[in-house]
T-cell receptor, first 113, second 116 residues
Framework: TQLLEQSPQFLSIQEGENLTVYCNSS?????LQWYRQEPGEGPVLLVT?????EVKKLKRLTFQFGDARKDSSLHITAAQPGDTGLYLC?????????????FGQGTELSVKP | NAGVMQNPRHLVRRRGQEARLRCSPM?????VYWYRQLPEEGLKFMVY????????ESGMPKERFSAEFPKEGPSILRIQQVVRGDSAAYFC??????????????FGAGTRLSVL
């Protein structure tokens, strides 16, 4: 059972376009993290969202955590070729005790010049 | 500050051999996690350890796989009698003691295991 559904799985766009990646679940998460992974490397943390309704911005990237803490989105404005990579959402379900992250399947983004 | 260090980066084993993967967490981090990433799949949790303790091993295969995080030295993921299906990228992550709702995990570059 996939607890975090991430969509789309693949996205190929032209430089300058906007895009949104979605991460949905029927389960509540205490926090949700977004990572970016390059080929041959490990995931690199982009942001952590904790509060329902929270919005965080990182330059051209905007992250939102749903009010019910069951879903999240990543929006990229004016995408650039350097944004190309695998984007992963990951949720934590155990409050204040550490524990495993549950990952979505990932979104493979390709931005063409 | 050094990040999470994993070695080796690449490991080739023949069927039936043992694979030992090492992970040194970030300085000050006492929690270590192991994940496996199969080709075309997302990361799957394997095991969560603190110093000298296994906290959650619900993602570990029942046989051939074991993990430890001793009082001194790196965490070790050990795979005995490897089979071709064990070929994957194995990632280690570490986190500081968790406070509040955050569970921020930082990942190493991974070990790519190839079983011939």
């Amino acid at each position: 059972t996939q607890l975090l559904e991430q969509s789309p799985q693949f996205l190929s766009i032209q430089e300058g376009e906007n895009l949104t990646v979605y991460c949905n679940s029927s389960s509540v998460f205490s926090s949700l993290q977004w990572y970016r992974q390059e080929p041959g490397e490990g995931p690199v943390l982009l942001v952590t969202v904790v509060t329902g309704g929270e919005v965080k911005k990182l330059k051209r990237l905007t992250f939102q955590f749903g009010d019910a803490r069951k879903d999240s989105s990543l929006h990229i404005t004016a995408a650039q070729p350097g944004d190309t990579g695998l984007y992963l959402c990951a949720g934590a379900r155990i409050y204040n005790q550490g524990g495993k992250l549950i990952f979505g399947q990932g979104t493979e983004l390709s931005v063409k010049p | 500050n050094a990040g999470v260090m994993q070695n080796p980066r690449h490991l080739v084993r023949r069927r039936g051999q043992e694979a030992r993967l090492r992970c040194s967490p970030m300085k000050g981090h006492s929690h270590v996690y192991w994940y496996r990433q199969l080709p075309e799949e997302g990361l799957k949790f394997m095991v969560y350890l603190q110093k000298e303790n296994i906290i959650d091993e619900s993602g570990m295969p029942k046989e051939r796989f074991s993990a430890e995080f001793p009082k001194e030295g790196p965490s070790i993921l050990r795979i005995q009698q490897v089979v071709r299906g064990d070929s994957a990228a194995y990632f280690c992550a570490s986190s500081p003691p968790v406070t509040g709702a955050k569970n921020i995990q930082y990942f190493g570059a991974g070990t790519r295991l190839s079983v011939l």
